[in-house]
């Protein structure tokens, strides 16, 4: 299993800039792809940015222009810059990452780390 722990979240007005992080750790496992959802309050949680390993990035229609996706294969982490914020974007961020175990029984997993929050203020 991978263990996902986010940072970065906080308060910032409309217009500004936060970096959120995700760092993954977990030993004998391969990370396919990460993603980032949101949760604001009374809404389900939704998609919002997505890098699989080797791939392209995908975003969602409410983010797109706005936030990037990128991630340190090394440090094994993603990060989701998130430019131009609206008091829209207010919301707990969830990272998310799915993959195999490199070790028998290569068991998939599907893991989420336990959010940040991010507010922004009009």
């Known amino acids: 299993q991978v263990q996902l722990v986010e940072s970065g979240g906080g308060l910032v007005q409309a217009g500004g800039s936060l970096r959120l992080s995700c760092a993954a750790s977990g030993s004998a496992t391969s990370i396919n792809t990460m993603r980032w959802y949101r949760q604001a309050p009374g809404k389900e949680r939704e998609f919002v940015a997505s890098?699989?390993?080797?791939?392209?990035?995908t975003y969602s229609n409410a983010v797109k222009g706005r936030f990037t996706i990128s991630r340190d294969g090394a440090k094994n982490t993603v990060y989701l810059q998130m430019n131009s914020l609206k008091p829209e974007d207010t919301a707990v961020y969830y990272c998310?990452?799915?993959?195999?175990?490199?070790?028998?029984?290569?068991?998939?997993?599907?893991?989420w780390g336990q959010g940040t929050q991010v507010t922004v203020s009009s």
């Open positions: 890098m699989p390993t080797g791939g392209a990035t």
């Open positions: 998310n990452a799915d993959g195999i175990e490199t070790m028998r029984p290569y068991r998939r997993f599907d893991s």
